[in-house]
């Protein structure tokens, strides 16, 4: 049974910098891609990165490219977000998820019906 356990989040100010971790057991990961989510309150949860977890190629939603980065840590099964620049909008409950997918490229994988496991979410909330 996969199992995803996020971690990391809290209140910042606008401009600081929090790090999501994803710990992913249950299964060897190898040909697995790992994604983050995030839903704000009143609103449909939206794709944030992706990272295809052998090869390290990763993919960002245009709102986050250049603030965020998505890295994993193969030895410890853990899946990060590196969450620099953080804006109010940024507000959300983060989600971390996963799946073995068949062909794709990490431009598919923006959507969560790609994903199978999921993790319960960390709420990240920037103030201004």
């Known amino acids: 049974q996969v199992q995803l356990v996020e971690s990391g989040g809290g209140l910042v100010q606008a401009g600081g910098s929090l790090r999501l971790s994803c710990v992913a057991s249950?299964?060897?990961?190898?040909?697995?891609?790992m994604g983050w989510f995030r839903q704000a309150p009143g609103k449909e949860r939206e794709f944030v990165a992706t990272?295809?977890?052998?090869?390290?190629?990763?993919y960002y939603a245009d709102s986050v490219k250049g603030r965020f980065t998505i890295s994993r840590d193969n030895a410890k099964n853990t899946v990060y977000l590196q969450m620099n620049s953080l804006k109010p909008e940024d507000t959300a409950v983060y989600y971390c998820?996963?799946?073995?997918?068949?062909?794709?490229?990490?431009?598919?994988?923006?959507?969560?019906?790609?994903?199978?496991?999921w993790g319960q979410g960390t709420q990240v909330t920037v103030s201004l």
């Open positions: 249950g299964r060897t990961f190898s040909n697995y891609v």
């Open positions: 990272v295809h977890w052998s090869a390290g190629t990763t």
């Open positions: 998820a996963t799946v073995r997918p068949g062909y794709f490229t990490l431009a598919t994988m923006t959507s969560e019906n790609r994903y199978d496991y």
